[in-house]
């Protein structure tokens, strides 16, 4: 009986982390959100930036089924990676100076 409750359990969290993972659109927006904020643009810059590092930054979206993972490089090396599960976002950034 309690294995059973645990199947149902962990079904219905996959049933939620597949309803509410966020698509590529919205990938795309909170990457784009994290990266003028990780440089301290403001809007201006932010449209520079967008035009000009745009070109040069590629994106990769992957579907896993309960979550998503956006990936942003530039020059060959990863840039942002952010995971979407649960309609939130979970962002890690590398740190290169």
Excluded: H, W
């Excluded at 359990?9 to 784009?32: I, M, S, Y």
């Excluded at 990266?35 to 990769?60: F, H, M, P, Q």
């Amino acid at each position: 009986m309690r294995m059973l409750l645990i199947l149902v359990l962990l079904g219905a969290l996959a049933v939620g982390g597949f309803l509410t993972r966020p698509g590529e659109e919205a990938q795309k927006r909170n990457a784009d959100a994290e990266i003028a904020k990780a440089n301290g643009s403001d809007g201006i810059g932010a449209l520079i930036d967008s035009v000009v590092g745009g070109i040069t930054r590629e994106a990769k979206f992957e579907d896993m089924l309960v979550a998503t993972k956006y990936t942003v490089t530039q020059g060959g090396s990863t840039v942002l990676e952010c995971l979407g599960a649960y309609a939130q976002f979970f962002c890690s950034k590398n740190e290169t100076k």
